[in-house]
């Protein structure tokens, strides 16, 4: 087929390769020298030119030289996709980085999430995460939801604006979502409408164009999945710095399962899980000379104290937010939570009764009063409560997270043993116990009380909620067991 090609000498390649860095930041490698030799000669053939020479000049200094090099473009950045590619990277979307993201927001009282697909070539990234996005927060019509989905290939631009896919493309999606979110002609897929107000698909070069567009401002994610894989280094770290720049306080990045950011930049953490890694923008550019768990030791939720559960979606992601009219519970330490009227907090010295409504009035409060930073307040009326019940489990429980976010490590293993002592089924005592161990690198002993936790677990259906913190299923603290365990393996004593 190459033979009745005009050929590249190494020369020209090498003039056509400076010229498309620094127009798109593409660089060719060895192994795909021959689609830009082809789509070159496509061109050539175009203009009815007969020398490589002669359309690099018209690139190089003609006026339609800026439109000519988008025709050449659309020929070599043609890229294979499909929906939900890398279920992984969704599996973690969905379970942990779009809950996150929302309780987060909900705190704050800010309804508004602002996605963006970095190189959507022909949207069906883009859509997976609107799709994704109705999954998990089925209320997503009373939100605010921005998914901007870029590329600099028009015709793929053109194709995620029509919406319209073969067998191919949703090959990996379930059956369920096919039915749900799919109107199906034969071999034909149209998205639905609903999925498709979601998302929003316009034109961006990653090198040239500027990052002013509102819609990529304090971004929430961005996925941006094999693009650097074809930049060189110095594009890669100008690109990844407007990325960090684009994305809002604790926003995700999700790259490519082969491209990573080492040597490339240090303003985010890597964020491990089983199958996969992703990325989250840190406030500081140093790292801390720390081993962090795969999680933190997550917070009480004092809706656990009074045995009102929550409904949770079918598929155990995210909880639903409460009707109308339903008091919602506060969480300890900046989860969601209705603020209290200050005046209405008892005094300390008053509280105490043996009756379990006004025990539970307590540990409300001391929940309050740690929302508030006021550590030492919430300590007093928890000791009160162990007054008056020395078996208090929750009381216990809020003294230990307490104590670990006041820097006490010893204090929150003393706290988190009582708690065992007076519920030894409490899971997340022996996960918050492996925690702490690991962050002192005491590997041996969070090797230890990460098998606890998993021992407990594994006896439970995978679809239940931890008590004391109602974000976490079963499956999910297996994952974040399992995982602190391979950290631990890694690293040995």
């Not at 790259?255 to 490339?264: A, K, S, V």
């Amino acid at each position: 087929m190459m033979k009745d090609i005009l050929p590249l000498s190494s020369e020209d390649f090498g003039l056509f390769q400076e010229l498309l860095i620094k127009t798109c930041g593409l660089q060719f490698e060895e192994d795909r020298n021959q689609s830009l030799h082809f789509a070159l000669w496509q061109r050539l053939q175009h203009r009815g030119y007969d020398s490589y020479q002669e359309y690099y000049n018209l690139l190089k200094f003609h006026p339609e030289g800026r439109l000519e090099i988008q025709e050449l473009l659309d020929l070599i950045t043609i890229g294979e996709t499909y929906f939900f590619r890398n279920k992984a990277q969704f599996n973690v979307l969905m379970r942990f980085v779009l809950p996150e993201i929302i309780q987060r927001k909900l705190y704050s009282r800010d309804k508004s999430i602002r996605i963006w697909s970095a190189g959507c070539s022909r949207g069906d990234e883009a859509y997976s995460m609107a799709i994704a996005m109705m999954e998990v927060l089925p209320s997503y019509k009373e939100w605010s939801i921005s998914i901007l989905g870029t590329d600099i290939n028009r015709n793929g631009l053109a194709c995620a604006k029509e919406a319209t896919y073969g067998e191919k493309d949703i090959s990996h999606l379930p059956k369920e979502y096919l039915d749900k979110y799919f109107n199906i002609q034969g071999s034909t897929y149209l998205l639905n409408s609903d999925v498709r107000e979601l998302v929003q698909f316009e034109y961006h070069n990653l090198v040239k164009d500027l990052y002013i567009d509102k819609r990529i401002q304090n971004t929430d994610l961005i996925f941006c999945r094999n693009v650097t894989i074809y930049f060189n280094c110095q594009t890669t770290q100008r690109v990844i710095e407007n990325f960090y720049n684009c994305l809002a306080e604790k926003g995700y990045l999700f790259l490519g399962h082969t491209e990573t950011l080492w040597q490339i930049a240090n303003k985010f953490e890597r964020v491990e899980f089983p199958q996969t890694f992703i990325y989250r923008k840190r406030l500081s550019a140093i790292q801390e000379d720390v081993t962090k768990p795969f999680i933190a030791i997550p917070e009480i939720n004092i809706e656990d104290l009074t045995s009102v559960k929550e409904p949770v979606t079918e598929k155990g992601f995210f909880l639903q937010e409460q009707k109308s009219g339903l008091q919602e519970k506060p969480k300890l330490l900046g989860q969601i939570a209705t603020p209290f009227d200050k005046a209405s907090l008892s005094s300390p010295n008053n509280i105490i009764a043996q009756d379990r409504d006004q025990i539970l009035t307590c540990l409300t409060n001391a929940t309050i009063l740690a929302n508030g930073a006021k550590y030492k307040e919430a300590a007093d009326i928890l000791a009160k409560v162990i007054e008056e019940d020395n078996l208090s489990v929750e009381a216990y429980y809020l003294l230990g997270v307490l104590s670990y976010k006041s820097g006490d490590f010893k204090k929150a293993e003393t706290q988190f043993r009582k708690v065992i002592y007076a519920d030894p089924d409490s899971v997340l005592a022996y996960f918050n116990l492996g925690n702490i161990y690991l962050y002192q690198r005491k590997f041996s002993g969070a090797d230890r009380e990460f098998r606890n936790a998993i021992r407990l677990l594994e006896k439970r259906p995978k679809n239940e909620q931890i008590r004391f913190c109602e974000d976490f299923t079963v499956e999910f603290l297996l994952m974040a067991c399992r995982n602190n365990l391979l950290e631990i393996s890694k690293r040995g004593e």
